[in-house]
């Protein structure tokens, strides 16, 4: 994943706070996962930092990431050409319109096919170097990676210029913007947050800014709408926008889910992937507010009282990528099960 | 093999007090170095030279890892390597794979009081014999280089911590590289311990914030040494390629 800087005022702020958090709390900040971490369990608050996960899922979704932000810088130049603050009726019209034929002669030089190939290689090489790598049972480095390069060269036939057109499908403004989120008042110390907003785009309807997420899921199946996380990422992200002075509201923002069906329960291995996208919008992000200043504030008290919780998650301790490594997973081997296989009817 | 019984005991007996606090968080590297470039993070904050310096390491431990999985014993390597030595750590990686023990590359051990990171270090290669666990370090010195007991004494503390079950700790370093020296392992039983061993690394913390350090201290051990500006600049030799790898 490309880096992009903050601009140096604020990355002074940023490691200052950053600083004296870590001094004091042993935190130095935070981010949406770390965050959702600490509340489910400290140990996998801990674990992250010290090991690799090459879990084949999320390793596709960034390399789809790593090709969208590709992509997405390409067409940044089209939105830094005009001044995007003063676009309105007929001139938002007629920049919208041009963002078009300019995406148009953008993809025609852009093999994403290369791109999607060249992206598995890096961070296929990353993986090689660090942390060290928790791979899937059975799996070391050579099987892991000729997995991916299998799935990837399948998705290169499968992942058209016509998908990749329709996640970018608004002018891009920017793309892995680093954001960071003050918490409490410059004279507390607190713990900030940082995060990469995906893209951040031009609504073409009201010519404000939206923050665009990009979730991947590889089972084909749409996945609920329902995950809190998604809803307390695109608020923080929006609230430091706002925080950081790139716009003086608060924005709206889009999930764009692709789901590519890989095929994993058919006999034989397809030989292209049938894929579908979903579109989400929050237009109200404010009105998470107080919810989501709660979730912030009890971070804050978990780390400043040294609270850890173990084990805490709902989905119990058997799907943790960090089960092997842990002292204090429960697993629900020692269940003794009687009776039928009836629903609990509560 | 080497015991470290005498100097765990000359750490064990002093009294605990908060100056390990002063340190933290911090790793085995920068705790114990001697250079005060190091200390301050003037040098590790240029992460990019530090990443281009560790390239050969990586191709190193990629080599490694293709043995333990493909299960051969030959091992892709340039002729500055020496294999041999190299030859009987891939056995033990072979077996290992055939008996599905223990074995973990580039792992990092570390130790944490609630939410404050205290102690990390990395070690090559953690593999498991019988009932011993072994914290391998791959010297990639050009020739022999004095190995710092008290560094080894404090991996083997870290591991104590994260392998807290009956197996007692062996740390093993081999120079791999053509005519650079022999290998040396060092041992602290576990039965040895006379108190959990959290509180003698912050013991061992607390007196490295006494020691002197000046900088270009321990150049030719240090990783930092291909592009570090104080060894150009103040001290008037060449740069001994990155050893002894630390993170």
């Not at chain 2, 599905?100 to 990390?120: A, I, M, Q, W």
Request: hydrophobic residues 40%.
């Amino acid at each position: 994943m490309t880096t992009k800087v903050l601009n140096s005022k604020l990355a002074a702020a940023y490691a200052k706070a950053g600083t004296a958090a870590l001094k004091k709390f042993g935190v130095h900040h935070l981010s949406k996962s770390s965050a959702e971490n600490l509340l489910e369990c400290a140990n996998k608050f801990h674990l992250k930092s010290l090991y690799n996960i090459a879990k084949p899922q999320m390793f596709l979704g960034n390399i789809v990431h790593g090709v969208l932000e590709k992509a997405a810088d390409s067409l940044v130049p089209y939105s830094e050409k005009v001044n995007v603050k003063t676009l309105e009726g007929e001139s938002l019209k007629k920049f919208i319109a041009g963002y078009s034929d300019f995406k148009t002669e953008v993809f025609s030089k852009l093999n994403f096919s290369q791109l999607l190939i060249e992206q598995a290689q890096d961070q296929l090489a990353d993986l090689t170097c660090g942390r060290e790598v928790l791979y899937p049972e059975g799996m070391g480095y050579g099987t892991f990676a000729a997995n991916i390069l299998a799935t990837v060269e399948t998705m290169t036939k499968s992942l058209t210029k016509e998908h990749w057109s329709e996640l970018l499908d608004c002018p891009v403004l920017s793309s892995e913007m680093p954001v960071i989120y003050f918490t409490g008042s410059p004279n507390e110390v607190k713990i900030p947050y940082l995060g990469y907003a995906d893209m951040l785009m031009l609504d073409p309807e009201t010519g404000k800014v939206k923050i665009v997420d990009l979730k991947t899921a590889f089972s084909g199946q749409s996945q609920t709408w329902n995950n809190v996380g998604y809803k307390f990422q695109l608020w923080l992200y929006a609230q430091a926008l706002k925080q950081m002075g790139y716009v003086d509201y608060t924005v709206t923002a889009e999930i764009k889910k692709v789901l590519i069906d890989l095929g994993l329960k058919r006999k034989n291995k397809p030989t292209t992937y049938t894929i579908k996208t979903e579109v989400g919008r929050l237009t109200n992000l404010d009105s998470y507010n107080e919810r989501f200043q709660h979730t912030l504030d009890y971070a804050q008290r978990i780390i400043e009282n040294g609270i850890q919780v173990f084990a805490n998650s709902s989905y119990g301790c058997g799907s943790c990528e960090y089960k092997d490594m842990c002292d204090e997973k429960i697993l629900n081997d020692d269940w003794v099960i009687e009776g039928g296989a009836n629903e609990e009817s509560d | 093999m080497k015991s470290l019984t005498k100097l765990y005991k000359e750490y064990a007996q002093l009294p605990l007090t908060d100056d390990w606090k002063e340190l933290i968080p911090t790793s085995v590297f920068v705790a114990l170095t001697k250079c005060a470039a190091v200390r301050k993070n003037e040098i590790a904050a240029m992460s990019k030279a530090f990443r281009e310096s560790f390239a050969k390491k990586d191709e190193l431990m990629a080599a490694l890892r293709e043995v333990f999985e493909s299960g051969e014993t030959s091992i892709d390597l340039g002729e500055e390597y020496d294999l041999e030595k190299i030859k009987k750590l891939c056995v033990v990686l072979n077996n290992n794979k055939l008996i599905g023990l223990l074995t973990r590359f580039n792992p990092k051990l570390s130790f944490h009081e609630g939410f404050f990171s205290v102690l990390t270090g990395t070690v090559d290669v953690i593999t498991r014999d019988n009932d011993v666990v072994n914290l391998w370090r791959l010297s990639r010195a050009k020739s022999q280089t004095e190995t710092d007991e008290l560094s080894v004494l404090v991996y083997i503390l870290l591991a104590y911590i994260s392998y807290s079950d009956e197996w007692d700790i062996v740390f093993k370093k081999i120079p791999v590289m053509v005519n650079s020296g022999k290998e040396e392992s060092w041992h602290l039983e576990r039965k040895e311990l006379t108190e959990d061993p959290r509180v003698t690394l912050k013991k061992i913390l607390g007196s490295l914030l006494k020691t002197q350090r000046d900088k270009g201290k321990d150049c030719a051990c240090c990783i930092h040494a291909p592009y570090c500006k104080v060894l150009t600049e103040d001290v008037q030799h060449e740069a001994e390629e990155a050893v002894d790898a630390d993170m």
